[in-house]
């Protein structure tokens, strides 16, 4: 029999990964952890996104990797650079040139010996509001609460609700447009991560679930659009919205998160 016949699916279709199969996450993993952290210093004012997908396309190169994103569904960059009222899957361009009190999240998802690593995280351009923040904080917090949740017992549910409940205490919005996603050797598998829901909800986490969480939280209302490129969604209000992703896999007491920062960046004000 070869492997194939031995990988093992849910009733709903999730993929349930064997033990050696944690390793090639955790490279992939780390890998886009490395590539995060290294265009830190790259960020200010003055700069424009484009060049910060170009250092990022050459990191990857570099790496001997393969950007998930070059060519998924025509999409033309090694990362999306979602800008204060955008949501999601920002374009980069060297028309968009940041300026002081901007935040943006850069998101990258690369290919390593087949297995995907998937994260973002937010970024500032100088000095940034007050509001700026307390939004950054709360969605890097409400992301943490997550993974708290994430053990074999646990619901779906059970993690959206986690997201929901402590964004909605802190009188902030859930986009409820997106969400996270199982990922592996595929990029976007079964299920869909909610980012709500209520307790008890939704499918069981079982070990060897491999999925990310990735919260979009913004200071206004939750409504988002698409614009007319098809992929930039901002939010309907044009209030700030901001969002962090980590890649985990369900282990048997808890859960291994792939994609923590070697630097110990992840969160950006905090270091
Ligand atoms: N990395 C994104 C995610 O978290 C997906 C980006 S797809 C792209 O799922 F085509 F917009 F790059
Ligand atoms: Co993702
Ligand atoms: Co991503």
């Known amino acids: 029999m070869d492997n194939r016949n031995r990988e093992r699916l849910t009733r709903d279709g999730i993929r349930l990964h064997e033990p050696r199969d944690f390793d090639g996450m955790h490279k992939a993993g780390r890998l886009a952890a490395e590539i995060l952290d290294a265009v830190a210093p790259m960020v200010s004012a003055g700069q424009n996104t484009g060049a910060l997908d170009e ?46 009190g901007d935040i943006l999240n850069i998101d990258v998802t690369v290919i390593v010996d087949g297995w995907h690593g998937d994260s973002s995280r937010m970024y500032s ?38 997201v929901q409940s402590y964004v909605e205490r802190h009188r902030m919005s859930v986009v409820r447009e997106f969400c996270g996603h199982g990922l592996g050797r595929v990029f976007h598998a079964p299920p869909n991560v909610l980012h709500y829901g209520s307790p008890g909800s939704r499918e069981k986490l079982e070990e060897g679930m491999f999925f990310t969480i990735e919260p979009m939280v913004n200071l206004g209302r939750p409504e988002t ?36 920062s070697p630097a110990g960046m992840f969160h950006p004000t905090r270091n």
């Open 55 to 100: 250092a990022i396309r050459t990191l990857i190169d570099d790496a001997g990797a393969v950007s998930a994103t070059i060519g998924y569904k025509g999409y033309k960059h090694a990362s999306c650079i979602s800008v204060n009222h955008v949501v999601c899957h920002g374009i980069p361009s060297s028309r968009k040139i940041l300026k002081n």
């Open 125 to 162: 351009a100088g000095k940034i509001s007050r509001r700026a923040e307390r939004l950054i904080q709360v969605t890097h917090d409400a992301l943490m609460q997550a993974i708290e949740a994430v053990r074999p017992g646990n619901t779906f549910g059970d993690v959206g609700h986690a």
């Open 225 to 260: 659009k698409i614009l007319p490129d098809h992929w930039t969604a901002v939010t309907r209000d044009r209030s700030l919205s901001a969002q962090f992703e980590h890649a985990v896999g369900v282990t048997e007491n808890g859960c291994e998160v792939f994609t923590l």
